[in-house]
């Protein structure tokens, strides 16, 4: 049989010598790994490149803009300017102003801020989460997968709305890291159960037997071979959730938990602005367009991270 | 059960062919452009002839078959032509085709699980072929599926043909797709690969019934193998084929006595042999060509050993050989003579460190010992709540020890307990019943450490090389794996798999590729090379070559044979194919039911062979040379492995032993009373639980060594 190479890590099909044969000198080659050669393999990537620098660009508009701008034109998402109610976008105010005078700009600076900080948290904690409590219940079995399940039914159950609200309601300003956690927190249960069923079918395999069979612990079996191995799976997880932890963010900002005026996210502006979307469109179309930018890029770049960690998909994408 | 193989020739003269394929070619869609197949394939069969299409996979010899039934999947191309007597069969319509398939041609598959439908009864299955074809009434059908299914074989057909298809063991499937094969009295019937998953005693009971099938019907047979052992036996002309084409054809006792081309005196060459023991393998080095991306000139230049520049211009056309009806593709056609080129053999016999150094076995340390191991398997019902119903004895006290330096083979049919042994060995954990100690220490008494610490001796390469390593590490990660897990600092984990990868003889550019972007063969080497890293002392081969082509497989036989004797390790070689085992082993233990039946040296119970079950396999192990292969009696074996929750009393053996079959009623009662313990026979350590066991030689003389002594204990 004749596989075909992949183009970038290695030349040709070389003859392999028998025993005891040796081409060239060894030690000239260096062992890489595999951090090394997927990062080699994702730079490769160009539409994953693009995405990565949009959302470094996002991340650092979202960091330093408020500053920038605050220095520039003197406005933050707070003050007022009671000269220009709900004015169009302008020199003095870039994106516009709101009905009552606050600088659209800023705010939507401050809103990309909270959202991406909100939703990249509850991706994070939630695939991890799910990641981990499914291949751990999956690979043990016995009665760690019985009471992990357990843990999954029971949560699945609870109306998770509910908790948020009664939760959420006393929380006041600094809401919002526990809103983050409580969206996580009931985002992860669905995946922790896919990633079971796939670890028992992984479970069986050889090479998770041959780990085994030469002293690899049970994390390391988790972490090196398991998850691995469902990278595909859990990182389509983690782009659906960034998205869906900012709109879900959006939601429950709209009956007034979580992040609260004169604070904004991106979904809260979008929820003010909606109903003048109309009359008055640069209320909701900054903050919007942030938005799709934001999950677009997530998920190319998500893309991008499955191929360079799958070494099959090189060749069937022809990158 | 004894059986004289018809040994006459069946060669027809002067009859026009019935079947006759020409420049048969086919090409896939490939993601840049056709991709071929098979490129120009001829053969002619006449009535009652049997045709072996022998190759590697990818070599086209499925799908050249495929073609000729009809069932390639239309995205395929076929040009050239199909003859059933003088019937042109290429481009006939679907539904004239489908008529002729199954009565005029009937096929026999590899996997006859997937080629009947688990819904329906297989009597109904069988009728429904004779139906389709006869337009005789369902209950004639019936009646017909019946007979059918008598005359291949299967014990009460009339009550079994009303069972599912899962409820057949695999030999039983395979006798019903041959019912169904002959049931329209076909002019051809084509096998492909009918015995591949087959263990050695139902292939041999399959290859009966192929030979018997072809009498019934008369018919003209193709078979269509990777295993040049069973074309041997059965064919009366082969047809070698590699990369698309046919690379050398002709009558099988002069192809495989003085074969032509290269590639078929490497593929013999390269094919471990039962009677040939201590013959070094020659292994073809590199791997088939990339079809999608064919060079110019000879397929096999890459490979081939005496190639000339006109190789890598000229493709080679199949053309005859001198003053015969043989045919090669190769330009050097006329210098080779017995594999030979100019005096020099075409295939350079390797460097194998034979020196065994032959201190006696007894002052060798143990490595592992096992004493009447048992394992059971509980057998529970329900979802909710299990209920424990009963037990499975899978193993049932065995034991057995290996020596340093030593290979002991253990070998059985699926089923009979060995991979069940292996795993209890490899898990490190206190066996239910019976002791296991390795390198002196009794692993029920070992700690949690000590465990541990004894890993680092034992380490386990599997049948399977593209399962057994992670697709998502690179090379370098799975090799250095064992290392990181005992705490090896991350240079000299690296130092380390340059020198592995070097050992097992892949270069060290190979740490940076992913398994995917590896041949099977180097795959292997690879699992070999991580089951190496940390310098065990044991090294457990669960069915390590069963995976791979013959061509690749002498190159990991000769690794493990190097291995073994520069660092001297021990091998604990499980396998189901003889011919390997004999090859690599030095000790063999025979498992059957659960229980070692023969265990010995490896001369003494190939060449000596006292237990029935013994005798059978090593009789139904064919051997890659059609004369000697026609000549040998082969001992049938009934029915399958019995049922682990149901054995018969005394002996397990009794239900299927021919000798049993064949013993005066008061000495078959003591079978039928009495199990039979492993008791010693002749010289050495060589044992038999047999009551009535007999030294039996059952491969040709020269095979093992000679020996005085007695050769009946009763
Ligand atoms: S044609 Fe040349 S390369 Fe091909 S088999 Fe013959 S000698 Fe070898
Ligand atoms: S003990 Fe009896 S039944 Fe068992 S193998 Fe020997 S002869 Fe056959």
Request: proline share 7%; hydrophobic share 45%.
């Amino acid at each position: 049989m004749s596989l075909p190479t992949d183009p970038f890590l290695a030349a040709d099909h070389r003859l392999v010598p028998s025993a005891g044969g040796r081409t060239g000198a060894p030690e000239d080659v260096v062992v890489l790994g595999r951090r090394r050669l997927v990062l080699a393999r994702l730079r490769r990537n160009r539409a994953a490149m693009a995405a990565l620098v949009v959302l470094v660009l996002l991340v650092v508009a979202a960091v330093l803009g408020p500053v920038t701008y605050r220095w520039i034109t003197g406005w933050g998402y707070i003050g007022q300017d009671r000269t220009a109610l709900l004015q169009p976008p302008s020199a003095e105010h870039w994106f516009g102003t709101t009905l009552i005078g606050v600088d659209v700009f800023a705010q939507t600076l401050r809103g990309l801020q909270k959202s991406l900080l909100i939703g990249f948290l509850a991706a994070v904690i939630s695939t991890g989460l799910a990641a981990v409590v499914g291949a751990f219940a999956g690979y043990l079995g016995g009665w760690v997968d019985r009471g992990l399940m357990w843990l999954v039914d029971l949560l699945l159950v609870i109306p998770a709305f509910l908790v948020v609200a009664v939760l959420g309601r006393g929380l006041g300003e600094a809401g919002w890291p526990v809103l983050t956690l409580l969206i996580a927190l009931f985002a992860w249960m669905i995946t922790a159960r896919i990633v079971r069923g796939t670890t028992l079918s992984l479970r069986e395999r050889e090479f998770v037997l041959a780990a085994r069979f030469s002293g690899v612990s049970v994390p390391g079996i988790v972490f090196r071979h398991l998850i691995p191995n469902m990278s595909s799976l859990l990182i389509i997880d983690a782009t659906i959730t960034v998205a869906t932890a900012i709109i879900a963010e959006s939601g429950l900002s709209y009956f007034g938990f979580g992040v609260r005026p004169p604070d904004v996210s991106l979904g809260s502006m979008i929820a003010v602005g909606t109903p003048s979307a109309f009359t008055s469109p640069w209320l909701f179309m900054f903050a919007g367009g942030l938005l799709v930018l934001t999950t677009l890029a997530v998920s190319v770049l998500g893309d991008g991270l499955r191929d360079a960690l799958d070494p099959g998909s090189t060749r069937r994408a022809g990158r | 059960m004894i059986r004289q193989e018809p040994t006459t020739s069946r060669a027809p003269e002067g009859t026009a062919p019935l079947f006759e394929v020409r420049d048969l070619t086919v090409a896939f869609v490939g993601e840049s452009g056709p991709v071929p197949a098979v490129r120009g394939l001829s053969y002619a069969l006449s009535r009652g002839e049997v045709l072996g299409i022998v190759g590697e996979s990818g070599s086209g010899k499925s799908a050249s078959a495929l073609a000729v039934m009809g069932l390639l999947p239309s995205s395929a191309t076929v040009s050239g032509s199909v003859r059933l007597r003088g019937e042109e069969l290429l481009g006939l319509s679907d539904r004239r085709l489908a008529r002729i398939r199954g009565s005029r041609i009937a096929m026999v598959f590899q996997d006859p699980l997937s080629a009947l439908t688990p819904v329906h009864r297989i009597g109904d299955q069988v009728a429904e072929a004779v139906r389709i074809h006869q337009g005789v009434s369902a209950a004639a059908a019936h009646d017909r599926a019946v007979e059918l299914l008598d005359a291949v074989g299967i014990p009460n057909a009339a009550q079994r043909a009303r069972a599912y298809p899962h409820e057949f063991s695999g030999g039983m499937r395979q006798r019903v797709m041959i019912a169904m094969a002959i049931a329209n009295d076909p002019d051809v019937l084509i096998a492909d690969e009918p015995t591949t998953a087959l263990d050695v005693t139902v292939q041999a009971q399959v290859l009966a019934l192929l030979e018997t099938a072809r009498r019934m019907t008369g018919a003209a047979t193709v078979v269509i193998t990777h295993d040049l052992a069973v074309v041997a036996g059965i064919a009366d002309r082969i047809v070698v084929m590699y990369a698309g084409k046919a690379v050398e054809s002709g009558p099988v006792v002069p192809v495989y006595a003085d074969p032509r081309m290269p590639y078929t005196i490497g593929l013999l060459g390269s094919v471990p042999r039962l009677d040939r023991p201590g013959r070094p393998l020659t292994p073809i080095e590199g791997a088939p060509p990339d079809l999608a991306r064919l060079p110019q000139g000879c397929p096999f230049v890459s490979r081939c050993p005496v190639n000339v520049p006109v190789c890598r211009t000229i493709e080679p056309a199949l053309e005859p050989v001198a003053r015969s009806d043989r045919r090669a593709a190769c330009h050097r056609r006329g210098e080779i003579a017995f594999g030979r080129i100019g005096g020099a053999p075409v295939f350079p016999l390797p460097e194998i460190a034979s020196a065994r150094e032959e201190s006696p076995r007894d002052g060798r340390p143990a490595v592992l010992e096992v004493r009447q191991l048992v394992k059971r398997h509980p057998i529970t019902t329900g979802v909710v709540l299990r209920r424990r119903i009963g037990t499975i004895t899978a193993v049932d006290g065995i034991s057995f020890d290996i020596r340093e330096g030593e290979a002991l083979g253990l070998v059985g049919e699926s089923g009979c307990g060995k991979t069940t042994t292996v795993m209890q060995l490899l898990e490190l954990a206190a066996p239910e019943e019976g002791r296991v100690s390795m390198l002196g220490r009794d692993i029920a008494s070992l700690s949690r450490d000590g465990r541990k610490h004894l890993r680092r001796e034992v380490q386990v390469v599997f049948q399977d090389p593209f399962a057994s390593l992670d697709p998502r590490l690179p090379v370098g990660d799975i090799i250095a794996e064992p290392l990181r897990a005992f705490g090896v600092s991350l240079d000299r984990r690296h130092g380390r798999v340059r020198d592995l990868l070097d050992l097992v003889g892949l270069s060290a550019e190979h740490a940076n590729r992913y398994p995917a972007d590896l041949s099977g063969g180097q795959r292997q080497r690879i699992g070999i090379a991580r089951a190496l890293a940390l310098e065990p002392r044991l090294l457990v081969l669960d069915e390590p070559v069963s995976a791979l082509d013959v061509s690749i497989q002498a190159g990991v036989l000769n690794l493990l044979e190097h291995l073994k004797v520069h660092l001297g390790l021990a091998y604990l070689f499980v396998g189901h194919d003889l011919s390997v085992v004999r090859h690599v082993a030095d000790r063999v233990a025979v498992m059957y039911a659960g229980r070692l039946v023969e265990v010995g040296d490896a001369d003494e119970v190939f060449g000596h062979p006292t237990h029935p079950y013994t005798q059978a396999l090593l009789s139904a192990v064919p051997i890659p040379e059609p004369g000697t292969e026609r000549q040998r009696t082969r001992i049938l074996l009934d029915g399958d492995l019995p049922d682990p929750a149901d054995l018969p009393s005394g002996c397990r053996f009794r239900s299927r032993c021919p000798l049993f079959a064949r013993l005066p009623p008061e000495r078959r009662r003591r079978c039928s009373d009495v199990d039979p313990p492993l008791e010693p026979r002749s010289t050495g350590d060589h044992q038999s639980a047999c009551h009535w066991a007999r030294d039996n030689p059952i491969l040709p003389a020269g095979a093992g060594r000679s020996r005085t002594g007695r050769s009946d204990t009763d």
